[in-house]
């Protein structure tokens, strides 16, 4: 089997360019950035809003516990969008004729336990503010 490197002379050459380019664009504008420390530049910064007040403001639980319901109903879909996928795909090789009613059945069941979850949380309050 005969290699030849030739061929990929041109990637190289693009590669080299593409890296001196980079590190000569970072060394440039490090030289040449001011470089003045403030007391406004050193300040600490987030999404755009001076900082006030203490950093240890806390937060209400229904903030957490609408996260975690986010996550389970999130991960909920992680498991029926494969399941949906392979279950009903034409022409491929999906579950087998046998499969098919049981692992309906059991999907019906998982949407049914997630269903009786979000019912409750519904029930206990959490998606209601105060």
């Known amino acids: ?11 190289f050459i693009y590669a080299v360019f593409v890296f ?3 590190i000569s664009a970072l ?3 490090h030289i ?6 403030t007391s406004v530049k050193t300040m600490p910064y ?8 203490d950093a240890k403001k806390q937060f209400d639980v229904k903030f957490y516990l609408i996260a975690i319901l986010f996550l389970v109903f999130d991960v909920e879909l992680l498991f029926l969008y494969p399941w949906a996928v392979s279950a009903y795909a034409p022409g ?3 579950l ?8 309906f059945i059991e999907v019906l069941l998982f949407v049914f336990v997630l269903f009786i979850g979000y019912i409750y949380a519904w ?8």
Do not use: C
Request: hydrophobic fraction near 40%; proline fraction near 10%.
């Open 1 to 11: 089997m005969d290699f030849d490197l030739s061929t990929y002379y041109p990637i």
């Open 27 to 29: 060394t440039v504008s």
């Open 92 to 94: 491929m090789a999906s």
């Open 46 to 53: 987030e999404s755009g809003m001076d900082p006030f007040g």
């Open 96 to 103: 087998p004729v046998s499969y098919g009613v049981p692992a």
């Open 123 to 130: 029930k206990a309050g959490v998606f209601q503010w105060r």
């Open 32 to 37: 040449f950035s001011p470089n003045k420390k």
């Open 20 to 22: 001196g380019f980079a």
